[in-house]
């Protein structure tokens, strides 16, 4: 399929040609949901901690006599069953990462790709350059009715265009090898170079 490219200015730029295997698929929602799982909690800490009975700092004297009291029968006050006593079986650091196939994380990554092409928020254009500044760079993207846009660019994203571009709230910038499916599904618009449009076909044949 064919897709119109246009300058940061908003001139036309040609027509950049999109891979049907790669910007032409039928969406599927299950396949992103997977994807965009593994990618949320291989993200997640998992430092969550609690004190076990054995770490709680209270004395290990027994409480009161074992008979005679008319209560139950306790020992320290570092039972789970008092305040301020150790949890029982509470969350101890881990990770909650697991693992999903690369042929899988392509089809994620070419499904979103689709996803944004078939919602009619794929943007192309010629090339992501600027000399660094912000302030020129936000009143093109304005211009533009860009709002959070993610910019995919080649191999590697031009110096002055990241600087410009690291000020500007709800825009990012990744190269092609940052390409993910969550990003590219939270932005409002998807924005590939020419260049970036090259890398990921190269990237997910």
């Known amino acids: 399929m064919k897709a119109d490219a246009i300058k940061l200015d908003g001139k036309k730029a040609g027509s950049v040609e999109l891979s049907d295997d790669v910007f032409g698929l039928e ?18 800490a998992g430092t969550h901690k609690v004190k076990t009975r054995s770490e709680t700092s209270y004395s290990t004297k027994k409480i009161y006599r074992q008979k005679g009291t008319g209560g139950a029968r306790h020992g320290d006050r570092n039972a789970p069953i008092f305040r301020k006593g150790g949890i029982y079986k509470g969350p101890t650091p881990r990770s909650h990462g697991h693992e999903l196939t690369k042929k899988f994380r392509k089809l994620g990554l070419k499904h979103a790709l689709s996803a944004k092409v078939k919602a009619g ?12 500044k912000t302030a020129a760079l936000a009143k093109q993207v304005n211009a533009l009715g860009w709002k959070r846009a993610l910019v995919i660019d080649g191999a590697e994203v031009n110096e002055g265009f990241a600087k410009a571009a690291r000020n500007i709230a709800n825009l990012d910038v990744l190269p092609s090898m940052g390409a993910n499916v969550y990003d590219i599904l939270k932005s409002d618009t998807l924005v590939l170079t020419k260049a970036g449009v090259e890398a990921l076909e190269a990237r997910l044949k």
């Open 121 to 132: 928020e794929l943007v192309v254009i010629e090339n992501a350059e600027a000399d660094g």
């Open 27 to 44: 969406p599927r929602a299950d396949i992103l949901h997977r994807v965009v799982r593994w990618q949320r909690n291989n993200a997640q």
